[in-house]
């Protein structure tokens, strides 16, 4: 067991059952966007790819291209831990989120990232865990 919070029996856990825990799990460079680092917390593999989960943090000094898209999914909700971003989106205009703020993005809505602050940290959770991400026209 690497801390008090692993669990106590791994072998005998019930198929689906997922826990990530921060000493256990790193953040990777690659994911859909350039300027972030993505935390897996195992939703995806533990759900067979119905639900995915990350915790997301921008990469210092990096900024976003503020580019229209929408993504090919069924859901999609972001909750905000650290900092704060903004967002554009499509029949709303500019939304401020900041720690506690949480959004929820109906599937197809066009959207882009205008800016964030060095440590935002935010938890995205959405379905499927593979979807698709167009850039697409201004509305």
């Not at 799990?25 to 993505?38: C, K, N, P, Q, V």
């Not at 903004?86 to 500019?94: A, I, R």
């Amino acid at each position: 067991m690497k801390n008090d919070a692993a669990t106590e029996s791994e072998d005998t856990a019930p198929a689906g059952f997922s826990v990530r825990h921060l000493d256990e799990d790193t953040f990777e460079s690659e994911g859909l966007r350039a300027f972030f680092e993505y935390r897996d917390l195992g939703i995806k593999q533990a759900t067979g790819g119905r639900f995915g989960a990350h915790v997301i943090r921008a990469k210092a000094g990096m900024g976003s291209q503020a580019q229209w898209h929408q993504h090919g999914l069924d859901f999609q909700m972001v909750y905000v831990l650290r900092g704060w971003v903004v967002f554009e989106y499509e029949g709303v205009g500019k939304v401020r989120l900041v720690p506690g703020s949480c959004v929820h993005q109906p599937p197809g809505i066009r959207h882009r990232e205008l800016e964030h602050s060095d440590d935002l940290e935010l938890i995205e959770i959405t379905a499927p865990a593979e979807f698709s991400s167009d850039d697409c026209k201004a509305p």
